[in-house]
T-cell receptor, first 114, second 111 residues
């Protein structure tokens, strides 16, 4: 069964609105989760590291005020794309490690901003 | 560091052929390497992994080779099947840190 559940799997929103993506770890606690973004025909690029109970760590070039990450519990991290624009349209994927050894990925969220 | 792909290279093979997909990784301190398969619209699917204390690991129809001297990783798929058609990514990390993905290769298998 799935280890990581990501929701929604796809979303279409109007330009200027905000979209929240949820990443849940099932049956285990995840103090750290990772958020990736993937543009068409490109690789997965790490956006940020989500830390339970503390601020997320963002990669260079990723706007923390635009991509809000909240990791309020050991099983849930959320990524909110604020004031979305068409250039934010992408595939967003979360990932967690179990015992610092094996990585599991969510199903991904296809965001389309119109 | 991160690897940014502009356009994914493509490897085209015939069904039944062996496929070799290559990857150059960036961080000499990385000690864990993974190959993923990604189908359209889905998240990465684990194929095989290898740690830095090994140079070869075999799975079912797949073999991963690691050359730390030149920071090179390869994935060999034996008797490639149409169902193997997908994008393949290598990824690297150090314990507990985020996986950093390579550029990716599109594998196209024709019958």
């Amino acid at each position: 069964g799935a280890v990581v559940s990501q929701h929604p799997s796809w979303v279409i929103c109007k330009s200027g609105t905000s979209v929240k993506i949820e990443c849940r770890s099932l049956d285990f606690q995840a103090t750290t989760m990772f958020w990736y973004r993937q543009f068409p025909k490109q690789s997965l690029m790490l956006m940020a590291t989500s830390n339970e109970g503390s601020k997320a760590t963002y990669e260079q070039g990723v706007e923390k005020d635009k991509f809000l990450i909240n990791h309020a519990s050991l099983t849930l991290s959320t990524l909110t794309v604020t004031s979305a624009h068409p250039e934010d349209s992408s595939f967003y994927i979360c990932s967690v490690f179990i015992l610092n050894t094996e990585a599991f990925f969510g199903q991904g969220t296809r965001l389309t901003v119109v | 560091g991160e690897s940014v792909g502009l356009h994914l290279p493509t490897l085209s093979v015939q069904e039944g052929d062996n496929s070799i997909i290559n990857c150059a990784y960036s961080n000499s301190a990385s000690d864990y390497f993974i190959w993923y398969k990604q189908e359209s619209g889905k998240g990465p699917q684990f194929i095989i992994d290898i740690r830095s204390n090994m140079d070869k690991r075999q799975g079912q129809r797949v073999t991963v080779l690691l050359n730390k001297t030149v920071k090179h990783l390869s994935l060999q798929i034996a008797a490639t099947q149409p169902g193997d058609s997908a994008v393949y990514f290598c990824a690297e990390n150090q314990a507990g840190t985020a996986l950093i993905f390579g550029k990716g290769t599109t594998l196209s298998v024709s019958s």
